[in-house]
Nanobody, 126 residues
Framework: QVQLVESGGGSVQAGGSLRLSCTASRYSYSSSLLAWFRQAPGKEREGVAAIYRRSSNTYYASSVKGRVTISQDIAKNTVYLQMNSLTPEDTAMYYC???????????????????WGQGTHVTVSS
């Protein structure tokens, strides 16, 4: 079992920045992928960014590209999501996900063997 703990959410004004963190209890897949998803009230969950643990290759949703950076500290089992130039449309619950790197990007969302954190809330006010 892999446990993921997110932190760093909060309330900011539009134009501000936040850095989310997700720490995994362990990595169980020989080749793994970590991703951030978000879900706004009344909307479906959507992918934000993903990073492959071994290669550090990254993948971003078009809606956040240029404003968001995903990175990792392998020694700390932690993945980060730096978000800049935030807008009210970024308000959502943000979830960290860990899964097998055989999947591509945000395909993790639909896989039964993906692990999820409890989420951290981000509120952006105008």
């Amino acid at each position: 079992q892999v446990q993921l703990v997110e932190s760093g959410g909060g309330s900011v004004q539009a134009g501000g920045s936040l850095r989310l963190s997700c720490t995994a209890s362990r990595y169980s897949y020989s080749s793994s992928l970590l991703a951030w998803f978000r879900q706004a009230p009344g909307k479906e969950r959507e992918g934000v960014a993903a990073i492959y643990r071994r290669s550090s290759n990254t993948y971003y949703a078009s809606s956040v590209k240029g404003r968001v950076t995903i990175s990792q500290d392998i020694a700390k089992n932690t993945v980060y999501l730096q978000m800049n130039s935030l807008t009210p449309e970024d308000t959502a619950m943000y979830y960290c996900a860990y899964g097998n790197a055989i999947y591509r990007g945000f395909d993790l969302m639909s896989k039964d063997d993906t692990y999820w954190g409890q989420g951290t809330h981000v509120t952006v006010s105008s």
